[in-house]
């Protein structure tokens, strides 16, 4: 069982990305730390921090429910494409450890996904 999360169109050959619920949830952890806080601290993962406290465009992402609630809109999409872009852009091809390794290659697929929404104007879907 786990969590697929893709394009809106219809199209069985668009990208896709999957985790298993508790590989989605390391990653949503991973990019809450990269953007500065911990997911943790956040209403609905076990603290009490209000989410339009902190200032990220990957909210809509990290604050989703697995696979419940509302799908992405493209507008979502093309919001969070330029913080993920930027942390592909900034990669350290030197770094081993296998949490940065795993992050970045989910954050790939996802870009790879996200512009798929955008470029076709259709949500992204959590399934």
Do not use: N
Request: glycine share 10%.
């Amino acid at each position: 069982m786990g969590l697929t999360l893709f394009p809106g169109d219809g199209d069985v050959t668009t990208p896709d990305i999957s985790w298993s619920y508790s590989g989605f949830h390391l990653f949503r952890k991973w990019l809450a730390q990269a953007e500065g806080f911990p997911l943790a601290a956040m209403e609905g993962f076990g603290g009490d921090r209000q989410w339009h406290s902190v200032s990220t465009t990957l909210a809509p992402l990290l604050d989703h429910p697995d696979d419940d609630g509302p799908d992405l809109t493209p507008a979502q999409c093309a919001a969070m494409l330029p913080r993920l872009q930027a942390m592909l852009d900034r990669r350290d091809p030197e770094e081993t450890d296998p949490a940065y390794v795993r992050g970045m290659g989910d954050v790939h697929e996802l870009v790879t996904v996200l512009r798929v929404c955008v470029d076709k104007d259709v949500e992204l879907i959590f399934g």
